[in-house]
């Protein structure tokens, strides 16, 4: 198990960017993937992205590639997503994940940080 602690939400401009990062802790940190999720009002909450083990292996769900970057590093047990030309439809929860490299489904979830888009 790893404990999840997401920060760097806020309010920003259509077209503005945002960092959001994610705080692991565990001495197992390298054998997670690791993704961000989100979970806009009234809506189920949908993939984004994620990474795996050593960096490699990134997935973007459709509507944020070219916009979103994930990325990790392993030494400071941390994850990010960069934001960039945010759009009001960005808004949303959004909530760092980690998966065990045996498992199927991510099952150690953050807390949230609201990311708000206005137009």
């Known amino acids: 198990q790893v404990q999840l602690v997401e920060s760097g939400g806020g309010l920003v401009q259509a077209g503005g960017s945002l960092r959001l990062s994610c705080a692991a802790s565990?001495?197992?940190?390298?054998?997670?993937?690791m993704g961000w999720f989100r979970q806009a009002p009234g809506k189920e909450r949908e993939f984004v992205a994620s990474m795996g083990w050593s960096g490699g292996s990134t997935t973007y769900v459709d509507s944020v590639k070219g916009r979103f970057t994930i990325s990790r590093d392993n030494a400071k047990n941390m994850v990010f997503l960069q934001m960039n030309s945010l759009k009001p439809e960005d808004t949303a929860v959004y909530y760092c994940?980690?998966?065990?490299?045996?498992?199927?489904?991510?099952?150690?979830w953050g807390q949230g940080t609201q990311v708000t888009v206005s137009s």
């Open positions: 565990g001495r197992t940190f390298t054998r997670y993937y």
């Open positions: 994940a980690a998966r065990y490299v045996t498992m199927t489904e991510y099952d150690n």
